[in-house]
Each structure stands twice: as structure tokens, then as C-alpha cells.
């Protein structure tokens, strides 16, 4: 497989193309904005919390077939979880993508590895990080529009 | 006219190889290649006469600020300002914006009064206008532009009017290519008795600009778009008006005495070039201005306007793509902007570097614009003196294996999910 397909599997493409919880949620618990300023791209988080659980995920916005694809794997994963397991899920993901599969221990990301080629094109991390930082902030409640600058 | 492929010879980068591939280089709007006589002019400086301007006793110092001023010179020549002192060194064409806007901005723009830009400015002539409107109290406004990206000028006058203090515009736009009409702009800011500030950074490099013959009052550009390093920039002012302004940086160099409560001020340029200038580079943009100078901005301009005319052909038979700007080369410069609706510039981006094309994708500094035009990025490849209609080809048919690779992925896609 080169690079290029590694990067833009059948299952980022799929995501990439036609998201999953594509759509905003009305009166949401949490709402956050994330903002790449390096290309523009931009996504509106939002979450339903029960008792520490995200019972719903979904977004809204513009962005390559990257970021959509993490973001719309990302909501897939977090819903059911509580939040410290999400933000557990971010860290790993964070490695993943930062770090590499070699160094990366598997621990559950699922259908999220499918982003780990994203390593080797160091100037698209940042795509495949957007939604995640967005949800570290919803999580956070921070009320502020996060960048990945 | 001049022979591309000995150009070529002249920038050592251009002989690189990325991924195992030669190097198509189609991000000049970004910045500029640099040739051999550019890099071989800042070794000079550093081997050979390496030491402090204006100050000096020494032979050293001398001839350094015998060769930085006589860069100044070329530089002043090259864009027909009048007298040398006319030109102030600055970083780039971003802080030659931020130093008119500190100064005469500040000082002459008073509340009520008006400043007009255009809807595809650069962030830089942009938000450094805004800070000023807000400081003073004073109007922004932003002319439209058509649905080929020019400027729309039917109500021309309903912008430009007896309050306007400022007109200030790029003379190419790096987002669209559309050359702006200058002369017509600059007749109409005369009549109401507003100053005009022309953005140099895309067609100094590109094309015969004279700011006489322009008659614009400000002109802001870059060195490293125009084959010089990067760090050095200029900014023209007509002399009555530079002569009235304030100093921008104060310290060193740019004063004449000083006592312990007050100063005054050191002869023009050096008023406004406080502390140790860039050296090197600002010898090395002489170097530069050379190399233009030799090969005629005339040929360059037509190199490049036939080169975007083949350009324009090639890529308009891909139907998937939406070409922005004007398709006539008469009011376009070498820029490239295009899109597609289901493909994100980025995901193309990334497909054309691992080929060894180096474009640029984003929203290119101009965030207004894009917002107008209803997207957030575009793709784009600008072309300069060293590009060739084979470099045009290899785009063409890797955007073609590009489109067809994330094209066919989300179809299938689509019927696996």
C-alpha cells in the first residue's frame, strides 16, 4: 500500500464523504467550536452528558476528508463512554497520530486506527486532531473557540 | 525573449528531486525561488565585507554601506520611485502596511473619516486598516468585487468619496490573479483628495510596475516573492509625504542628537530605519533586482501571461474544477486559484506533493474573501520565469489522477457504508 492509500483508507474515505452524526443537536449539554486557522476548516462539537456519560455526539461543519473522517470516527467512539474514558480516548489517539503505530500500545481505538497513517504526513495532523481538541473543550466546558494553532 | 530552460540552470533548487521526483514548483506566490547570483551575494557579504553600515571608519564598513545603499538605488530604480530615499527597507511587504498604517495612518486619519480597501485583500492589507478605523474612529469599507472576481466598480463612487482619506488595494491579488485598475483607482482617490496605497507584494515580482507612472503615494512589497531572501522588504512613500511623517521605530541610527530629554531625527530613509538594518539581505534584493533587470520585466510579464494563457486552457477542460478569477490574461497575473465541490484543497494538496507539485491550499491570507466567494479554502498554483508549459502538463494530469483517486474512493465509499 503506498503512503497515499495508507492515508486515505476505505474507511476515512467513507467517513470522509458521508459523516456520521452529521447534524447538530438541539439543545445540546455541551457545545464547542474548533477552528484550523492554518486552512480554515471549521467544526461545531456537540454532546448530550448524563451523569458523566455521553449519551449523544454529533457535528457540524467544513473540512477535508481528514478531519471529517476524525471527527465523524469520533463521535461513533465516545458515545456510551463516560467522560474521563473520552478523554482517555484523546490521549491515545493523540500518540497514535503523533507518534505512530510503532510506539503506540493498542488499546481500543477501533475503527480510529484507521487514522494512524496520518504519521507520515506531519502537515495533516492537525486535521485529524481538530475534532478532538473541540471535544477536550466540551469536555472542559471552556466556552471558548479552540485552534489547533 | 529569454530561454526558460537556461533560467533554470540559474536556481539550484530547482535540480532537487522530492519523493524520488523532480520538483515542480508552483507555490511562487507564496515566495520565490532564489538564483544562484542571490545566494552567492549573501556569502559575499558574510565572507568578505561582513560589518555595521553608516557608522563604520573602516574599509569594512564602507563598503558595506557603500553596496546596501546602492542596493536601495536598484531597488528605487526597478519601480521608478524618484530618489533612492524614497525606499525604506522594512521586513516585507506586512510591515512596510503596519508602518504606514503607525504612522501617517495614525496621524492623518481622523474620526469620520474614511478608509477604503478591497474585498480581496490580504490579511495584511486588511487588519492593520482595522485597528486604525477603530483607534481613530474611523470608517472601513470594502469595495465588492463581480462574480469573475474583479472589482465591481459600478458604484464606485458610493466608496470613494470626499471622506476618504485612504484607498488602499493589492495591485495583483494572490487569492484570484485579477490585476487591479491602478490608474483608474488612483484617478478617482485623486479627485476626492485621498492617498493611495498600492500592495506590490504579486506584481512587483511580475511585472514592469512604476509608481510614478502609477502615481500611487504608498507602495508596500516583498524581496522574497521577487527572487531575493526572505527578511527584506520596502516601502515607497512619495517624498512630500515621507518627509511630513513620523519616525515609526526609534534608537539608534534614525536620530541625529540626542540630549537626555529629547532627540531629532536623522535624514530620510534613515529616520525610519531605527536600529541595525538587514544587511545582507537588502544586498542580496540588489542582487535580485540585477537578475530582473536582466532579464527584462517586460519578457517576464510576457513569459508569465502566456504561460497562465496555457494554464487557463489546460485546466479548463477538467471539468470537475471551478477555475477562480478573471480568464482574460490581460487583467490576470500568474496565479492559479481552483476548487472542486466535493474534494477538499487539502485532500488535493496532499496528493499533488507526494508527486513532487508543490501548491498552496487554504484560504491564502484572505479569509474575507473566502468567505464572500462561500468557501473556506481553495487550491493554488502560481507560476513564475522558471516554470514551464511541461511543469503545466504534470499538474494537469496529476490533478486528473487526483481527482479520479478521491473521486472514485468516495464513490465506493458510498456503497460499502
Not at chain 2, 196 to 223: H, R, T
Not at chain 2, 230 to 255: A, H, S
Not at chain 2, 402 to 412: N, S
Request: with cysteine.
Amino acid at each position: 500500500m503506498t503512503e497515499m492509500d495508507e492515508l486515505y483508507q476505505e474507511l476515512v474515505m467513507a467517513h470522509g464523504s458521508s459523516p456520521s452524526n452529521f447534524h447538530e443537536i438541539e439543545n445540546a449539554d455541551r457545545t464547542a467550536e474548533g477552528f484550523n486557522p492554518f486552512c480554515g476548516d471549521q467544526l461545531t462539537l456537540y454532546l448530550r452528558i448524563e451523569n458523566d456519560v455521553i449519551t449523544d455526539a454529533a457535528f457540524v461543519g467544513k473540512g477535508c476528508a481528514i478531519s471529517k473522517a476524525s471527527a465523524s470516527l469520533m463521535t461513533e467512539a465516545v458515545k456510551g463512554k463516560t467522560m474521563d474514558e473520552a478523554q482517555a480516548k484523546f490521549t491515545a489517539f493523540h500518540k497514535m497520530t503523533t507518534r505512530g503505530m510503532e510506539e503506540y500500545e493498542a488499546d481500543g481505538l477501533g475503527d480510529l486506527e484507521v487514522l494512524a497513517g496520518v504519521t507520515q504526513f506531519p502537515t495533516r495532523i492537525k486535521c485529524a486532531i481538530l475534532s478532538w481538541r473541540t471535544l477536550e473543550s466540551a469536555l472542559k466546558a471552556e466556552g471558548e473557540k479552540v485552534s489547533t494553532e | 525573449m529569454f530561454d526558460v530552460n537556461e533560467i533554470r540552470k540559474d536556481f539550484p533548487i530547482l535540480q532537487r528531486e522530492v519523493y524520488g521526483k523532480p520538483l515542480v514548483y508552483l507555490d511562487n506566490a507564496a515566495t520565490s525561488q532564489k538564483p544562484r547570483i542571490v545566494i552567492q551575494a549573501l556569502t559575499d557579504y558574510y565572507e568578505q565585507y561582513n560589518s555595521n553600515v553608516h557608522r563604520g571608519v573602516h574599509a569594512l564598513s564602507m563598503e558595506a554601506t557603500d553596496k546596501y545603499e546602492e542596493a536601495r538605488h536598484k531597488v528605487a530604480k526597478f519601480i521608478g520611485a524618484p530618489k533612492a530615499e524614497s525606499v525604506i527597507w522594512t521586513r516585507n511587504t506586512t510591515e512596510s502596511i503596519n508602518l504606514l498604517a503607525m504612522t501617517w495612518g495614525r496621524d492623518n486619519i481622523l474620526p469620520g473619516d474614511e478608509i477604503v480597501v478591497t474585498q480581496m485583500e490580504h490579511h495584511s492589507n486588511h487588519v492593520p486598516w482595522q485597528k486604525v478605523a477603530q483607534d481613530q474612529q474611523a470608517v472601513l469599507k470594502v469595495i465588492p468585487l463581480t462574480k469573475e472576481g474583479t472589482l465591481d466598480v459600478s458604484d464606485i463612487d458610493s466608496y470613494i468619496t470626499p471622506k476618504t482619506k485612504l484607498v488602499a488595494f493589492c495591485h495583483v491579488s494572490n487569492s484570484l490573479g485579477t490585476i487591479n485598475p491602478v490608474k483608474m483607482l488612483t484617478k478617482k482617490a485623486r479627485a476626492v483628495g485621498a492617498k493611495v496605497l498600492l500592495d506590490g507584494a504579486q506584481s512587483v515580482p511580475q511585472m514592469p510596475v512604476n509608481v510614478k507612472e502609477l502615481d500611487c503615494d504608498f507602495m508596500a512589497f516583498s524581496g522574497h516573492k521577487m527572487m531575493a531572501p526572505t527578511g527584506i522588504g520596502g516601502l515607497y512613500v512619495k517624498m512630500d509625504i515621507l518627509e511630513e511623517m513620523e519616525p515609526f521605530m526609534r534608537g539608534g541610527e534614525m536620530v541625529l542628537e540626542v540630549w537626555n530629554d529629547r532627540a531629532t531625527w536623522n535624514d530620510l530613509p534613515m529616520k525610519f530605519e531605527a536600529g541595525t538594518p538587514n544587511i545582507a539581505d537588502a544586498i542580496a534584493m540588489g542582487a535580485a533586482v540585477d537578475y530582473l533587470s536582466d532579464l527584462g520585466m517586460d519578457n517576464v510579464r510576457k513569459h508569465e501571461a502566456q504561460l497562465t494563457e496555457y494554464a487557463l486552457t489546460e485546466m479548463q477542460k477538467i471539468e470537475e474544477i471551478d477555475l477562480l478569477g478573471p480568464m482574460d490574461v490581460d487583467i490576470r497575473g500568474g496565479i492559479l486559484p481552483f476548487h472542486n465541490s466535493e474534494i477538499h484543497p487539502h485532500d488535493l494538496g496532499t496528493f499533488l506533493d507526494r508527486e513532487a507539485i508543490a501548491i498552496r491550499t487554504g484560504h491564502h491570507c484572505t479569509m474575507p474573501l473566502m468567505r464572500a466567494m462561500g468557501l473556506v479554502a481553495t487550491a493554488r498554483a502560481s507560476l513564475y520565469v522558471y516554470n514551464t508549459e511541461e511543469e503545466v502538463d504534470k499538474l494537469v494530469s496529476v490533478l486528473k489522477d487526483a481527482l479520479r483517486y478521491f473521486g472514485d474512493g468516495a464513490k465506493r465509499a458510498k456503497r460499502t457504508r
